[in-house]
C-alpha cells in the first residue's frame, strides 16, 4: 500500500513540474505558466520613465488578460502557443482623460493587437510584434484591477 502512495506522489510531482514558468531568456510556450502573474509595463519601444506608463498593468487569467491601460481599464483574451502570442477582441471602460493618455491609451490597444511573440527573461516579461513593438514588463505583486 505504501509502495503505491509513494508512487501515486512521485507521478503527480513529476506532473505537476510541467507545469511551472518557462526557464528565463526562452518563450513561453503556453498559458498555463502565466496564469494569476501579475505585470506593470516599464518600457515600451525603448521609452520609459512617463508616468502614465508606469500605471500601465497587464494581468493573466486563464485564457484572458486585463489590466490598467493608460486611461481605462481592460481585458481581452489570449492564446500562447510555443511563443506565439495574440491578442483578441480588447473590451475597455470609457473614462476620458486628458489629451494626451487618451492618445497614449489608443497607442496601447494598436500596440496589443500588434503582438506576436512573448519571452521570459528572468522575471521580466517582453512582448513583441509587427511595426517593432516592444513591451517590457517586471512581474509585479499588484492585485489585479476590477473590470
Not at 18 to 28: E, I, L, R, T
Not at 116 to 140: K, P, W, Y
Request: a negative charge; hydrophobic letters at 35%; charged letters at 15%.
Amino acid at each position: 500500500m505504501r509502495t503505491v502512495s509513494a508512487a501515486l506522489l512521485l507521478m503527480s510531482g513529476l506532473a505537476m513540474s510541467g507545469c511551472s514558468n518557462p526557464a528565463p531568456g526562452s518563450a513561453a510556450t503556453s498559458a498555463e505558466g502565466l496564469h494569476g502573474t501579475h505585470w506593470s509595463l516599464v518600457s515600451w519601444s525603448g521609452q520609459a520613465d512617463s508616468e502614465h506608463l508606469r500605471r500601465v498593468q497587464l494581468n493573466f487569467e486563464g485564457s484572458g488578460i486585463s489590466g490598467e491601460g493608460p486611461c481605462n481599464v481592460y481585458n481581452a483574451s489570449f492564446t500562447l502557443q510555443s511563443g506565439a502570442f495574440r491578442v483578441g477582441q480588447i473590451a475597455s471602460t470609457k473614462r476620458g482623460c486628458e489629451p494626451q493618455r487618451m492618445q497614449q491609451e489608443r497607442a496601447w490597444f494598436e500596440a496589443l493587437g500588434k503582438l506576436d511573440q512573448l519571452t521570459l527573461e528572468g522575471s521580466t516579461m517582453v512582448l513583441s510584434g509587427a511595426d517593432g513593438v516592444r513591451l517590457e514588463f517586471v512581474r509585479s505583486d499588484a492585485t489585479p484591477t476590477e473590470s
